[in-house]
């Protein structure tokens, strides 16, 4: 249901300055609507944003609830915490300059029914369904990114990615795999070996 693969357009490979980390989640009405899923994979490609880790999986109650846990006792929480666990999520770490605001400012304002009308470009203006269904999660500081990717990608350490990996994603040494929806770093070795 998940794999569909398309014509990514590649970026174009300038070298990029500081990559910032961000945790977003395409949450399970994008990826319950194939087609959607696949316009949404398509704009954070076309927007720049390096993907850097990309899982799929199912939160069971509690996780959401954990995940959440910052809205409990608001109104919503019981509809988003259902909302959340109704199907599969894909959370992903995405790196880009100044990537938690960027990512934010492409996933739109919270609220869906506002955003139709501010930012109908946007992952919610053009996807999302109602107030909580509203398609995307994005981090809202550098605080809360990290947590939020130790959270979904315990075994990820940005500490090491910044000493190993941003390197070669800042110079360009990537290539996209659309059917893991992952950057990858091109292992100069293995095309060598050709
Ligand atoms: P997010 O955390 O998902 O990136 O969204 P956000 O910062 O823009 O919004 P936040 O206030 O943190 O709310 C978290 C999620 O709760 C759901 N929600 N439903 N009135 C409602 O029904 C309502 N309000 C919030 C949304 O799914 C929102 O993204
Ligand atoms: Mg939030």
């Given at each position: 249901m998940l794999g569909i693969s398309r014509n990514f357009p590649k970026r174009n490979f300038s070298a990029i300055k500081d990559l910032e980390l961000t945790l977003g989640i395409l949450k399970p009405d994008l990826t319950q609507?194939?087609?959607?899923?696949?316009?949404?994979?398509e704009m954070i490609v076309e927007n720049n944003f390096?993907?850097?880790?990309?899982?799929?999986?199912?939160?069971d109650r509690r996780k959401a609830e954990e995940f959440y846990a910052e809205h409990r006792g608001k109104f919503f929480f019981n509809r988003l915490v259902s909302f959340m666990t109704s199907g599969p999520c894909q959370p992903l770490i995405l790196a880009?300059?100044?990537?938690i605001q960027s990512w934010r400012e492409l996933m739109g304002p919270t609220k869906v029914f506002k955003s139709r009308f501010?930012?109908?470009e946007s992952i919610r203006g053009r996807f999302g369904l109602t107030d909580t269904r509203n398609s995307s999660h994005g981090s809202d500081s550098v605080i809360t990114a990290e947590q939020e990717m130790k959270f979904f990608f315990p075994e990820f350490s940005p500490t090491q990615f910044y000493a190993a990996e941003s390197r070669d994603f800042c110079h360009?040494?990537?290539?996209f795999?659309?059917?893991?929806?992952?950057?990858k770093k091109i292992s100069l070795h293995s095309t060598n070996l050709g």
């Open positions: 609507h194939p087609f959607n899923l696949n316009l949404v994979r390096l993907v850097i880790r990309s899982k799929i999986i199912k939160m880009k300059e100044n990537s501010s930012d109908p360009g040494n990537y290539e795999d659309a059917e893991s929806f992952v950057h």
